[in-house]
């Protein structure tokens, strides 16, 4: 393939990424909108634990939150590490995605404490994290691995502070699960590692 073929790869590649995730977080807008309209009545679809009726709510939850302030926390982590992990192709992104929100709604249901409701992307946001942060080592690539430092950077204590169980008004659980389905996601969907060039005498 050309240079000039494989810049035109990646452009639209980068092209299709951000319009998902552009178009991903204005639906999260959305839906909170129709919530504060609606006077907060898609908060019923958030997940309360070790209720049967409640799983059909664990995919639901990730996609709704408890207010304007909640979807703004979410919105930037979600756009800037999902736009990077689709880099690596839409169809493995939405099946990490998808491996994210069910452990994480799953594992929300089986261990958050009796009587709380659970909701909101920071599950995903946090899986995504661990996801980018140990998909370049797993996969031996360059480039990833860079893109995992600059993450941990950027967002390295926000997530440990997240996970600490001394948190109040917040789910650690679902950051922790989220935190530990992403990193499962790196070594289920990792891409064979690029072979070298071989060596001509």
């Known amino acids: 393939m050309s240079g000039a ?10 092209e299709a990424a951000a319009k998902l995730m552009v178009g991903w977080v204005a639906l999260l807008w959305l839906l909170e909108v129709a919530d504060a309209v ?8 958030g997940v309360v634990p070790r209720t049967a009726s409640e799983l059909m709510d664990v995919v639901p939850a990730a996609f709704t939150h408890f207010g304007f302030a909640h979807v703004a926390a979410n919105s930037v982590p ?19 995605c998808a491996l994210i929100v069910v ?5 929300v249901w089986l261990v958050a404490p009796s009587g709380t409701n659970t909701a909101g992307a920071s599950g995903l946001v946090f899986g995504l994290f661990g996801f980018l942060l140990v998909g370049g080592l797993v996969e031996r690539r ?4 860079v893109v995992g430092v600059l993450v941990a950077a950027a967002w ?6 997240g996970v600490a169980p001394t948190q109040t008004g917040v789910s650690w659980q679902a950051h922790l699960i ?16 690029t072979a070298p060039p071989p060596l001509t005498p």
């Open 103 to 107: 452990a994480d709604g799953l594992g």
């Open 38 to 45: 609606s006077g907060h009545a898609l908060d019923r679809f």
């Open 142 to 145: 360059p480039l990833g691995v």
């Open 5 to 14: 073929g494989l810049g035109w790869t990646r452009g639209h590649r980068a």
């Open 178 to 193: 989220g935190l530990a389905a992403g990193v499962a996601a790196a070594f289920l969907f990792r891409r064979p590692a």
């Open 78 to 96: 979600l756009l800037v590490l999902g736009f990077l992990a689709a880099l690596g192709g839409l169809r493995r992104f939405v099946a990490v």
């Open 156 to 161: 390295g204590g926000t997530v440990l502070a």
